[in-house]
């Protein structure tokens, strides 16, 4: 059975020009340069910034006589009742520390200075609670 590319290359939407090759490399095929064809592809995504690395916080001998907050990020359905459950068992276990709940104002990805100011001021550690 014999194809007719043209009619075949046009039923898949492209153009029969496409079985001539381009001009490019006619050109080339005339001058008698080499059968490889060197391309040069970029990557619309660019280049990403270099990621700076933090060390861990050094660990706590002890948490006796900190504060820590506890911080509702989203208001996530339950994530505050965590955070209290959260509480309710420092006080139970570990009475010398002392636990602070707050929630940010604002959704998600807004800044909270306010918070923030007194987290830094009072807060030894946090623990963010941002939901799913």
Known sequence: ????????????????ALLAGSRVEAEEKKKGAGSEQKLTAVSPKGTPPAV??????PRASSLDGKTIYVVDATGFFGSNTLLEKMQIWFQQNMPGVKTVFRK??????ADDPKLWAEIKANAYATVMAIGH
């Open 1 to 16: 059975m014999k194809v007719n590319r043209r009619k075949l290359l046009s039923l898949l939407g492209m153009s029969p």
């Open 52 to 57: 700076q690395l933090y060390s861990m916080a």
């Open 104 to 109: 940010k104002a604002g959704i998600y990805g």
